[in-house]
T-cell receptor, first 112, second 111 residues
Framework: NAGVTQTPKFQVLKTGQSMTLQCAQDMNHNSMYWYRQDPGMGLRLIYYSASEGTTDKGEVPNGYNVSRLNKREFSLRLESAAPSQTSVYFC???????????FGDGTRLSIL | KNEVEQSPQNLTAQEGEFITINCSYSVGISALHWLQQHPGGGIVSLFMLSSGKKKHGRLIATINIQEKHSSLHITASHPRDSAVYIC?????????????FGKGTKLSVKP
């Protein structure tokens, strides 16, 4: 069972470059999330998608955009990367908004 | 002040010891989650609870809604339990995105 798959696992970017983090789930979940995890801080929600076709801002959305391409896929885009966006990014999904969330393995992103 | 506080931040135990990790929160909640983050980084959901107590193998989670407090217990700890344990709460009446995470408790179990 693949669960939640994130690509890439590691990425190094230069300031100002753009990139898209991909996330796909095979559990037929309606809800999907993007978090970032920084040292000394808890996971923080960037964006979420309650269902296919909808997206909403979380706690720290600035500098990011998302696309819920279909029920399976939820991508996170950095249009102009900044060093402050160096972090570990996690995608998660849940069947409904009250259920447990299933996490991907994370993407470690460094911006120089 | 953080809405979700965990204690201790770091915990070292000997194999076989009984371990308790605490989580206190300051908001009204509809559910509380315990998660485990492995040394390699992967995150796994352990429990979701809104009242009482849940048990899975050597892990027990309890919650006291009136006191706004939850505990995660590990019985007969083992080195493979070494991980970061994260408490998260879903605010009651909030939007779907309102899952607030604690900073985690890093547990190291020595053989």
């Amino acid at each position: 069972n693949a669960g939640v798959t994130q690509t890439p696992k590691f990425q190094v970017l230069k300031t100002g470059q753009s990139m898209t983090l991909q996330c796909a789930q095979d559990m037929n979940h309606n809800s999907m999330y993007w978090y970032r995890q920084d040292p000394g801080m808890g996971l923080r929600l960037i964006y979420y998608s309650a269902s296919e076709g909808t997206t909403d801002k979380g706690e720290v959305p600035n500098g990011y955009n998302v696309s819920r391409l279909n029920k399976r896929e939820f991508s996170l885009r950095l249009e102009s990367a900044a060093p402050s966006q160096t972090s570990v990014y996690f995608c998660a999904s849940s069947e409904g908004w009250v259920g447990p969330q299933h996490f991907g393995d994370g993407t470690r992103l460094s911006i120089l | 002040k953080n809405e979700v506080e965990q204690s201790p931040q770091n915990l070292t135990a000997q194999e076989g010891e009984f371990i308790t990790i605490n989580c206190s929160y300051s908001v009204g909640i509809s559910a509380l989650h315990w998660l485990q983050q492995h040394p390699g980084g992967g995150i796994v959901s352990l429990f979701m609870l809104s009242s009482g107590k849940k048990k899975h193998g050597r892990l027990i989670a309890t919650i006291n809604i009136q006191e706004k407090h939850s505990s995660l217990h590990i019985t007969a700890s083992h080195p493979r339990d070494s991980a970061v344990y994260i408490c998260a709460v879903r605010k009651s009446g909030g939007s779907q995105g309102n899952l607030i995470f604690g900073k985690g408790t890093k547990l190291s179990v020595k053989p």
